[in-house]
């Protein structure tokens, strides 16, 4: 069973940059598509980004577009999402999961996912 761990999350001041890391142990992603959410205090969780493994292929939130980038090592087991021109209302709990019944489409629904780590704190001040 695939485990994973998020690092990465910290205080950044609005206009900043931080880059999450997702990283498995006990299996690989090389397979599967892999997605970061957020949940804000308050708020349902929400969709930001998602990648094949495998393709490279990506999908993105629209409130993220430009802003963001996810990407993937394989070699490391590792899926990144660089965050740039951050801003306050992107403060939020950032988590990574995996799809293990991934073929083709990419899944933006929370529901779809199987595996999810335990989530990494994201401040963005004003």
């Known amino acids: 069973q695939v485990q994973l761990v998020e690092s990465g999350g910290g205080l950044v001041q609005a206009g900043g940059s931080l880059r999450l890391s997702c990283a498995a142990s006990?299996?690989?992603?090389?397979?599967?598509?892999v997605a970061w959410f957020r949940q804000a205090p308050g708020k349902e969780r929400e969709f930001v980004a998602t990648?094949?493994?495998?393709?490279?292929?990506?999908s993105y939130a629209e409130s993220v577009k430009g802003r963001f980038a996810i990407s993937g090592d394989n070699a490391k087991n590792t899926v990144y999402l660089q965050m740039n021109s951050l801003k306050p209302e992107d403060t939020a709990v950032y988590s990574c999961?995996?799809?293990?019944?991934?073929?083709?489409?990419?899944?933006?629904?929370?529901?779809?996912?199987?595996?999810w780590g335990q989530g990494t704190q994201v401040t963005v001040s004003s």
């Open positions: 999961a995996v799809d293990i019944h991934f073929t083709f489409v990419l899944l933006t629904n929370a529901r779809d996912y199987d595996v």
């Open positions: 006990g299996g690989s992603f090389s397979n599967y598509a």
């Open positions: 990648i094949s493994a495998r393709s490279g292929r990506t």
